[in-house]
């Protein structure tokens, strides 16, 4: 069965505290992997899509990598704007569909 | 990237009524998918709605609970049928138009069911 974990659930935060989160996945094949962003009550906001092992892309203070079997969105000088959900998808080759993980809160503090 | 508008984008619901959400996009696309969010959980995928065709549901979803329309390619409707507090969620329209690169959301309509 597709399935998508991320960890942590929840991450505090101080300011300038550089950290990770984490997304494990098992597929029966992988078109893409996709992080977002969201804020409390807003749709998902796009952030990246990596395809393949080894690739990684960077956004202003993100940086998200992929391995076979999971992705990191490394958060670097993290500031409070950064507070927000952030959510790991996963696209099945065999379809354009999205699997969602549970997400990780994440709350800097000033 | 495309702005897609959700409306409403909220609404609270008499139990036994339906609710109809329309999706609007700005450009064409041919794959729209309608997703839900109850409290506290990450999204769900409900079905996959593409032009021309009757919309795809996902295990756990039917059409009589869940109709859709997708006229063309740059609207569609899901509606919520004969409501219980268990449909109470924020439901999100998706659409990709770049071939599976990238996945945009709508802002949701979030339901209450009372």
């Known amino acids: 069965e597709d399935q998508v974990t991320q960890s942590p659930e929840a991450l505090r935060l101080q300011e300038g505290e550089s950290s990770s989160l984490n997304c494990s996945y098992t597929v029966s094949g992988l078109r893409g992997l996709f992080w977002y962003r969201q804020d409390p009550g807003k749709g998902p906001e796009f952030l990246f899509t990596?395809?393949?092992a080894g690739e990684e892309k960077e956004k202003e203070r993100l940086k998200a990598t992929l391995t076979k079997k999971e992705s990191f969105l490394h958060i670097t000088a993290p500031k409070p704007e950064d507070s927000a959900t952030y959510l790991c998808?996963?696209?099945?080759?065999?379809?354009?569909?999205?699997?969602f993980g549970s997400g990780t809160r994440l709350l800097v503090r000033p | 990237s495309a702005v897609i508008s959700q409306k409403p984008s909220r609404d609270i619901c008499q139990r036994g009524t339906s609710l109809t959400i329309q999706c609007q996009v700005d450009s064409q696309v041919t794959m729209m998918f309608w997703y839900r969010q109850q409290p506290g959980q990450s999204l769900t995928l409900i079905a996959t709605a593409n032009q021309g065709s009757e919309a795809t549901y996902e295990s756990g979803f039917v059409i009589d609970k869940f109709p859709i329309s997708r006229p063309n390619l740059t609207f569609s409707t899901l509606t919520v049928s004969n409501m219980s507090p268990e449909d109470s969620s924020i439901y999100l329209c998706?659409?990709?138009?770049?071939?599976?690169?990238?996945?945009?959301f709508g802002q949701g309509t979030r339901l209450t069911v009372v």
């Open positions: 990596l395809y393949s």
């Open positions: 998808a996963v696209q099945v080759a065999s379809s354009y569909k999205l699997i």
């Open positions: 998706s659409v990709d138009m770049t071939q599976g690169s990238r996945a945009f």
